[in-house]
C-alpha cells in the first residue's frame, strides 16, 4: 500500500503555492509524505481535554453530593447545577475547538531534503528543517497507530519554544526539539524518515549515543547498533 502522499482540502490556505509549503519545491526535491495531527488526540494530549472533563465530572458529582447531604431536595439540587452545567460545557468546548483549529490549521511535509512544519492558528509559520540538521529523532507510539515524532536539531539551529508549541517536545526548552504531534501510521513514517535520513547523510555520518533515545532507536536500529 503506498502510503507516501495523503490528499488536503484546506481552503483556508489556498494562497499556498503547494499544500503545506511556502513555494513550490525544486525540480530535485520531491514529497514523500504529507500529514497533520488528530484533532482529538491534540485535544487530549495537549489541551489536557480528557483531565478536564473528569475535573468537572467530579466538581458536578462532589456539588450533588454536597448540596443533598445538606438537606436540600433533589429539585433543588439539580437546580444548584443549572449554572456549572453550561459553564463546565463551555469551558470543555473550548479546549476541543483549540484541538481542532491545531489540527486543522497544520500541515507536517517529508521530502527527500528536509521535514517542513506549516503551523499556527491565527500567525501562520512554516518552518524548514533540512534533514542535514537533524541530529537525531525520536518517536513516542500511542494507540491505533498514531504517535509523536520529536526532532532534535544542531546545536547551531535554534527555535523558540514558543514559536513552535504545541508542536515542540514538552520540557526541552533549553534545546527546544519540533514535533510531529499525533500523526497517523506513526511507525511507517518513523521508518520513512530514518531512510530518507541515511540517504542524505549517510550510514557513516550518523552519530553513536552512549544511551539511545527512546522510540525512534527501533527505527534506525538497522543503521547504528546504538540507535539515532
Not at 429539585?75 to 453550561?86: I, N, Q, R, Y
Given at each position: 500500500m503506498n502510503k507516501t502522499a495523503k490528499p488536503f482540502v484546506a481552503r483556508e490556505h489556498e494562497f499556498e503555492a503547494q499544500y503545506g509549503l511556502p513555494e513550490r519545491l525544486p525540480a530535485s526535491e520531491r514529497i514523500l509524505w504529507q500529514g497533520a495531527p488528530s484533532w482529538a488526540l491534540m485535544a487530549r494530549q495537549v489541551f489536557h481535554a480528557d483531565k478536564a472533563a473528569l475535573y468537572f465530572a467530579v466538581?458536578?458529582?462532589w456539588r450533588f453530593a454536597s448540596s443533598l447531604s445538606d438537606g436540600a431536595s433533589l429539585?433543588?439540587?439539580?437546580?444548584?447545577?443549572?449554572?456549572?452545567?453550561?459553564l463546565f460545557t463551555l469551558a470543555l468546548g473550548a479546549l476541543l475547538l483549540l484541538g481542532w483549529l491545531s489540527a486543522r490549521t497544520t500541515a507536517y511535509t517529508l521530502t527527500n531534503r528536509r521535514v517542513?512544519?506549516?503551523?499556527g492558528i491565527v500567525l501562520t509559520i512554516t518552518y524548514n528543517l533540512p534533514l542535514r540538521r537533524i541530529e537525531s529523532a525520536d518517536l513516542r507510539p500511542g494507540t491505533h497507530g498514531r504517535g509523536d515524532i520529536a526532532l532534535a536539531l544542531e546545536p547551531a539551529t535554534r527555535i523558540a519554544w514558543l514559536h513552535l508549541w504545541p508542536h515542540v517536545r514538552p520540557w526541552r526548552v533549553a534545546r527546544t526539539q519540533p514535533m510531529l504531534r499525533a500523526i497517523d501510521d506513526a511507525d511507517y513514517v518513523a521508518t520513512l524518515l530514518r531512510q530518507v535520513w541515511a540517504e542524505v547523510?549517510?550510514?557513516a555520518a550518523i552519530p553513536v549515543r552512549p544511551e539511545p533515545i527512546e522510540g525512534l532507536a527501533r527505527a534506525f536500529d538497522k543503521l547504528s547498533p546504538n540507535g539515532l
Open positions: 466538581m458536578l458529582g429539585a433543588e439540587t439539580f437546580a444548584s447545577l443549572t449554572w456549572l452545567v453550561p517542513v512544519m506549516r503551523i547523510n549517510g550510514a
